[in-house]
């Protein structure tokens, strides 16, 4: 059973905090902010009103250079079994100078069988005074062995006007078209924050080249490249998010999302972007473009 971040919180200020937490939903940059939030919370030096965000510890962690708080991020296409040894190998000592170690895994989803297998050791066996968090969009693409061990936190997706106001904006400036961002993003924190790092403009023009793609006109394919991996990446995304409202809407069939589903995933394998995207286009033009408006 899943509860929200305030329950957790009191369940941490009360002693009675799981060893391994799953964080899903919401946004990466959220999820990330929690976890080093109630890694304040738990080392704070403060007798009253934890986290203080003012005393030593606070401080290192808000600039993620305490010893015991540790954040692993995505460097690669997947998070592989030699980079959870790694982390196993001090995950059993004893906090360097904080009262709890916490380990945050990013895109934990991303883990591989094996790398998520070796997580099962630390879950049947937690270290005292160890906090292992794993965060994702999605807590379903995690594998049922290590997700049934964890106790799950849901972190709902920012209300518009506040995400638009403090999630986007303080990190870019120059003239951007927040209100598309969110439109294209779908209310996915960082596919719209994606979104505004390419160019909003840029990103609807690759929507509309390729809908002009598969409604026959072919030839346009070429303008949409070249594309990297990540833009491919976000233009893929984009599309679920159109299909889904699409399908939803009832103005096109169903058929038309998984070859998009499975050029997602491809891409993230890091699968050629060009390839990618033509075989997508074709599967979708099969389909029949001419039922798009």
């Known amino acids: 059973m899943s509860m929200n971040y305030s329950l957790m919180k009191r369940a941490a200020e009360q002693g009675k905090l799981a060893h391994l937490l799953l964080f899903y939903n ?21 007798v009253k009103d934890r986290p203080c965000h ?11 250079n305490h010893p015991d708080i540790h954040i692993l991020k995505l460097q690669k296409s997947s998070i ?24 945050l ?47 799950e936190v849901y972190f709902p997706v920012p209300d518009k006007d506040v995400f638009l106001r403090n999630g986007i904006e ?8 927040y209100e598309l961002a969110y439109k294209l993003g779908g209310r996915d924190p960082d596919l719209i924050r994606r979104i505004v790092a390419m160019g909003t403009e840029r990103v609807e023009n690759w929507l509309e080249t390729y ?8 030839l346009k394919m070429y303008s949409l490249f070249p594309l990297d991996k990540e833009e491919a990446l976000v233009l893929v995304q984009v599309l679920q998010i159109y299909f ?13 999302l998984p070859s998009i589903n499975q050029a997602v995933i491809a891409l993230q394998r890091q699968a050629n972007s060009r390839l990618a995207i033509e075989v997508l286009a074709l599967k979708q033009m099969r389909i029949g473009g001419n039922t798009l408006g």
């Open 170 to 177: 303080s990190e870019t400036s120059g003239e951007i078209d």
């Open 54 to 64: 003012e005393c030593i510890s606070c401080r290192k962690i808000s600039q993620e």
């Open 26 to 46: 919401s946004g990466e940059k959220e999820r990330t902010e929690a976890a080093l939030e109630l890694a304040m919370l738990l080392n704070c030096s403060s």
């Open 211 to 218: 809908l002009a793609v598969i409604k026959g006109d072919f």
């Open 244 to 256: 889904m409202k699409e399908i939803t809407e009832g103005r096109v069939p169903p058929a038309y």
């Open 105 to 151: 895994i990013e895109q934990a989803d991303r883990l591989t069988l094996p790398a998520a297998n070796a997580l099962l050791k630390v879950a049947e066996e937690p270290p005292e005074n160890t906090l292992l968090i794993l965060s994702t969009a999605n807590s379903e693409r995690i594998i049922a062995t290590l997700r049934s061990r964890a106790q």
């Open 80 to 103: 592989g079994i030699e980079e959870i040894l790694k982390m196993q190998e001090n995950i059993y000592k004893k906090p360097f100078e904080g009262k709890y170690k916490v380990y």
